[in-house]
């Protein structure tokens, strides 16, 4: 009965995770299903359809990184397939990276819809810019073999990868209760899904951890905690 209590909680961050990707998954895939079909260009759609490249890139790679990223955070997977960790790594790496760098490029580039504005295009490029930057600073740090750094700084990107769920959920409820957001209210409404996910980030990378209780391994296996990131 423990072991399977022990199962489930070890799959409830990566289970959350994975709901929380949900709807921005399936809207991209929509929407590569829509430009492979050869939409119709609307009000809507037409810097897509005009260039499509950009926000397919964006779209696959931040699928990529939203699911496959869940993962990484079930430590008992990890201990038991130990070499999970280094291989999805060589995907996410890239693919966070292309996902922060694609975002950028929609802000600067695409033109702007009218309910867009300056303030929601400077926090869409902040984020993207920093989201990248995380990544490449913990690619770095697990080079330079800082697990400590390497993982603070993979879970800061991933949160920041994630922000589009959060986004759905804040726009969610302020519509809920408010009604349809103005432009600043929504682009006030996109930066705290980002901060909101920093906040929990910064709370897992900063929670004091637990030592690994167990009992003693055979000789020559290592049964030491692998942390997250």
């Known amino acids: 009965m ?11 961050i990566p289970t959350c995770l994975v709901l929380l990707s949900l709807v921005p998954v399936v809207a991209g895939a929509v929407r590569v299903a829509d430009l492979s079909a050869g939409a119709v260009a609307t009000p809507d759609n037409a810097r897509f359809v005009a260039d499509p490249l950009p926000v397919l890139v964006h779209i696959v790679s931040a699928t990529v990184y939203c699911l ?64 990248a930057a995380c990544v490449v600073l913990g690619f770095v740090a697990i080079r330079r073999r800082d697990i400590t750094r390497h993982r603070a700084w993979m879970i800061r990107g991933y949160a920041l990868g994630q922000g589009a769920g959060s986004q759905f959920l804040t726009h969610l409820f302020w519509i809920l209760i408010v009604g349809p957001p103005g432009e600043l209210a929504r682009a006030l409404l996109h930066a705290a899904g980002w901060l909101i996910n920093l906040a929990v980030a910064e709370w897992v990378i900063r929670r004091p951890t637990r030592p690994v209780r167990s009992s003693p391994a055979p000789s020559g296996v290592d049964r030491s905690p692998v942390q997250p990131g």
């Open 68 to 131: 496959l990223g869940a993962f990484q955070f079930a430590p008992g997977f990890r201990r038991r397939r130990p070499g999970w960790h280094r291989a999805a790594g060589r995907l996410l790496v890239p693919a966070g990276i292309a996902t922060g760098l694609s975002g950028v490029w929609m802000a600067v580039f695409y033109p702007l819809l009218p309910i867009d504005g300056g303030l929601l295009i400077g926090l869409r490029i902040s984020f993207g810019a920093a989201m």
């Open 2 to 12: 423990s072991v399977n209590r022990s199962g489930r909680r070890e799959w409830l």
